[in-house]
């Protein structure tokens, strides 16, 4: 068990990645479409939703994943009939579509390129994105598409808003202790 410790307002992990916030990340857009391809071949693609890239870190746990899952599903960023943001994908009968995406830990701290250090590596994130696509798909009910892990991708869509956020599991708004919802 991670043992979490607040730092002004921040949830810092104590331990091996002390001094690091330690989070599963993402960055979700609500689209009008969007697709996938690998190699040349369409691997997902969904109509009206949500397009969730992913990113991983070695320390994430499967309670990181469900909370980001349900987060994802019940995220109200669609529009009701006053045009207000306050219906989620699960509520329009929208789809998501899932890619892993380990360039979401990019540091560019020291000169012009980018450091993937703190990025999980193949071994440990292809099987934290798996499950990670299996909650998703639980909780929304229906089947999550997604790119093949690890592949050159060609990620097409069309943004609606446009909306784009960005999301890490250990949200400094979410107060330090709290449990996560687990999916049941």
């Known amino acids: 068990m991670r043992q979490i410790k607040r730092v002004c307002g921040e949830s810092w992990i104590v331990g091996r990645h002390a001094g690091k916030i330690v989070a599963m990340r993402v960055i979700v857009q609500r689209v009008k479409e969007a697709s996938v391809a690998a190699n040349g071949n369409f691997t997902g693609q969904i109509g009206q939703g949500l397009l969730v890239l992913a990113g991983f870190e070695e320390a994430d746990q499967p309670a990181d994943l469900e909370w980001m899952a349900q987060k994802l599903v019940k995220l109200r960023v669609f529009p009701d009939d006053q045009g207000v943001m306050n219906r989620s994908v699960a509520d329009i009968g929208g789809e998501i579509l899932a890619v892993s995406q380990f360039t979401l830990y990019a540091s560019t701290k020291k000169g012009n390129r980018p450091s993937w250090g703190r ?66």
């Open 119 to 184: 990025a999980a590596k193949g071994e440990v994130s292809q099987p934290l994105f798996d499950r990670f696509v299996e909650y998703l798909s639980i909780t929304l009910g229906r089947p999550v598409p997604t790119g093949v892990f690890g592949a050159d991708m060609q990620v097409s869509l069309v943004n609606d808003g446009p909306v784009t956020i960005a999301i890490d599991s250990r949200d400094i708004d979410q107060p330090a202790g709290s449990s996560q919802p687990a999916i049941g």
